[in-house]
C-alpha cells in the first residue's frame, strides 16, 4: 500500500483478480465507492473499498446478478434496517440452495451414465 494514498488500481486489480474494466464497471454501476481520488486525480482505494470488492466479487461468485448487487448494496446505503438486508441474504441463499439440490441430482445423473459405459465416476 502507497503510504496513505491507497491503492492505484493496478494493486486492486492484482489483489482481487479482476480487471481494471471490471473494476471501472462496478464503479460506474455504484457497487464499489465513490473511490477516493489522489490529488493528481488517479482513483485511490482503501481498505475497505478493497474488501467490499471481495464481497461483491463473492455474490457475483454466487450468483447474484449486476441488479441484485445493486440492490444490495442499495440496502446497505440507505436507511433500510438489518431485517432487509438479512430478508434478501436469506432469499438469496434459499435459491442457491435449491440450485446446489439440482446440481447434485445432474451430478449423479451423469455419474450413473458414466459408470453404466463403464467409466468410473
Known sequence: MTAMTGYAPG???QRTGLSL???RYYERER???PV???AGGQRRYDEDDV???GIVTCLREAGLGIADLRRFTELLR????QDDRVAFLRRRRAE???QAV???AAIDVLDGKIAHYGGDA
Do not use: H, N, Y
Open 11 to 13: 494493486e486492486v486489480a
Open 21 to 23: 474494466d471490471t473494476l
Open 31 to 33: 457497487l464499489v465507492g
Open 36 to 38: 477516493g481520488r489522489s
Open 51 to 53: 474488501a467490499w470488492i
Open 78 to 81: 440507505s436507511e433500510a434496517g
Open 96 to 98: 442457491l440452495e435449491d
Open 102 to 104: 439440482r446440481i447434485r
